[in-house]
């Protein structure tokens, strides 16, 4: 079945720092891919999303490209802030189901002044 | 816009005890979803609702779950004979159409089974 696959954390940067945290997948069709962040206390969020593939998505400087060669979709930031620091999920939602988004198990993000 | 709110926020039974959980979604959103989480991993889709009609199901929803929309706006979400095993965190989300839209998520209920 469809599955996502994206680095273990934790992740501890300093202020400044590039961040890379990967993700994979596996799917039958065509899927449209998602990162969510969780901050801490608060629900899930979309951060960006890319709907096929060489699309990229941006959202508060983080950046993702839909690489279907490759089957990844890698968030990225130029320059992280303590603000930044949250759980990043990886996500995909397959054509065929328009209610069941797969997750990744989360990445967790802890970036220090 | 007031977000996606769930009550309770932390619930804990005994096992064997039935529990219920509430969601209300965004009110002009008729996609409603439930997803189950564990320490350490992503959510899990549970089910999801158009309005009132429930479309999808997942393998993890055993019989002892069962979840509702009787008006197409608020859901519950109800685990009869709980056991150790269901205890997790509890998200409801919604959307005005389907998954590949923005979802917005609510902070979950925690059920701690004993």
Known sequence: GDSVTQMEGPVTLSEEAFLTINCTYTATGYP????????????????????KADDKGSNKGFEATYRKETTSFHLEKGSVQVSDSAVY???????????????????KLSVKP | D????QNPRHKITKRGQNVTFRCDPISEHNRLYWYRQTLGQGPEFLTYFQNEAQLEKSRLLSDRFSAERPKGSFSTLEIQRTEQGDSA?????????????????GSGTQLSVL
């Open chain 1, 89 to 107: 999920f990886c996500a995909l939602s397959d054509q065929g189901s328009q209610g069941n988004l797969i997750f990744g198990k989360g990445t």
């Open chain 1, 32 to 51: 449209s891919l998602f990162w969510y962040v969780q901050y801490p206390g608060e629900g899930l969020q979309l951060l960006l999303k890319a709907t």
């Open chain 2, 89 to 105: 965190m509890y998200l409801c989300a919604s959307s005005l159409t389907g998954a590949n839209e923005k979802l917005f998520f």
């Open chain 2, 2 to 5: 007031t977000g996606v709110s």
